[in-house]
């Protein structure tokens, strides 16, 4: 018989805050963290904004000559990810076992930004003059590797990279580690740091970004006038417990996390496959693996990334997958408020699907002016809805055909 599993810790760095508390309390106002871009020259581009973290100190959280041999996208872990820690309960050693707790932490593109610096670098001065420390401060996996060092975790340490299902799939895959019984607690999410020259120019080239320079409506899921996506950064961390374990320790539960369902597409690099075919087949698994009928979802966190085709599939899946209960079913894209965190999206999208439950209120899609005739189901505009919430999903979809969704339920 498989484990059950809860949630017993949240961390978080976004666009909104620097905390969990901080970036919640924007959410359910529907206060937007999108802003002018400053990490990048915005004169050399057509893009104007993003969600960017602001007032961040990696000092804060490590020590200061070890954070120098970090990128940006493993501060943000570690610091989620202690803040997590903290927010359980836990000291790895003493009330769990170092060797049955993991790490699982995604990231879509990892420290893509060293990378560019480093290769300046190398052009400029010479083969001599590059960091020894650029490949660990690059490669995807280090943001788990060093959140397993920092924390002491020693069990199952490993890294999703799904594009923007990294997170969730991240998730996903650490709540089935504990399931079968190979670990009793796991620290997962997902991270990224991508505001980039090269990041902003391929997303550019390949039309996915807002051009729209107003940062009070670039990110505007299901309307009409949508026109990509703001690339925004931060990190989502969640600690998951096997039930008995954390009720043993007598663990504060948000929530129970019931069932998970990927997919894969097979079908276009960049383009969701027609109708989010895929992305219906990972809600129907993750709600089979829940033992949950459709028609008990409460709602819906949408990857709602406010791009043309990924705002029209998925609703078109929705559609496909709940029938009738889809017009009944709150669904909402907290995008339009962080902007899309890439890797980092579905693990902070998890939480805030877990608050939901817990706090009664369901964030808004906010900047939604005008309704589009193929995207007709109750999006929450512009305002959070008090409501008892007691199942929602979560989906995240990824270039390459990645389709994942998470189950949350009320614990009980």
Not at 9 to 36: D, F, H, M, Y
Not at 110 to 134: A, C, M, Q, Y
Request: proline share 4%; aromatic share 8%.
């Amino acid at each position: 018989m498989k484990k059950r599993v809860v949630i017993t810790g949240i961390g978080a760095i976004t666009p909104l805050g620097n905390t969990v508390e901080a970036t919640w309390k924007k959410l359910i106002n529907g206060v937007s963290g999108i802003a002018p871009l400053t990490r990048i020259d915005a004169e050399k581009i057509q893009v104007k904004v993003a969600g960017e973290v602001k007032d961040f100190d990696p000092n804060d959280y490590i020590d200061f000559k070890e954070a120098r041999r970090m990128g940006r996208f493993t501060h943000f872990a570690i610091a989620a990810s202690k803040m997590a820690i903290q927010d359980a309960g836990l000291t790895i050693g003493e009330n769990v076992d170092a060797e049955r707790t993991g790490v699982w932490i995604g990231s879509g593109i990892g420290g893509l930004n060293e990378f560019e610096e480093e290769h300046k670098k190398f052009l400029k001065k010479g083969p001599k003059r590059v960091s020894p420390f650029i490949i660990p401060m690059f490669i995807p996996d280090m943001a788990s590797g060093r959140v397993s060092i920092e924390l002491g975790a020693k069990a199952m340490n490993n890294c999703s990279v799904t594009a923007c299902a990294s997170g969730a799939n991240s998730i996903g895959d650490a709540f089935r580690v504990i399931q079968n019984g190979i670990a009793d607690v796991m620290i997962a999410g997902g991270t990224e740091a991508a505001i980039t020259e090269m990041t902003i120019a391929g997303f550019t080239n390949m039309t996915a970004l807002s051009t729209n320079p107003d940062p009070n409506t670039a990110s505007r899921p299901f309307d009409k006038n949508r026109d990509g996506f703001v690339i925004a950064e931060g990190s989502g961390i969640v600690i998951l417990e096997e039930l008995q374990h954390a009720l043993d320790r007598g663990a504060t539960i948000y929530g129970e996390l019931a069932g998970y369902g990927a997919t894969g597409d097979a079908y276009h690099i960049t383009t969701p496959a027609p109708n989010g075919e895929g992305g219906q087949r990972a809600m129907k698994l993750a709600l089979s693996d829940a033992n949950v009928s459709p028609e008990k979802v409460d709602y819906i966190n949408a990857h709602g990334t406010s791009t043309h085709y990924n705002d029209l599939y998925e609703t078109k899946a929705i559609k496909e997958v709940f029938g009738e209960h889809a017009y009944q079913l709150s669904v909402s894209s907290t995008k339009s408020m962080t902007g899309h965190l890439l890797g980092a999206a579905g693990a902070v999208e998890a939480i805030f699907s877990i608050l939901a439950i817990k706090e009664g209120i369901i964030p808004p899609t906010i900047n939604y002016a005008t309704s589009d005739d193929e995207l007709d189901l109750n999006y929450i505009p512009n305002v959070a809805t008090e409501a008892t919430v007691d199942v929602v999903i979560s989906n995240s979809l990824g270039f390459g055909g990645h389709n994942a969704t998470l189950v949350f339920k009320k614990f009980e």
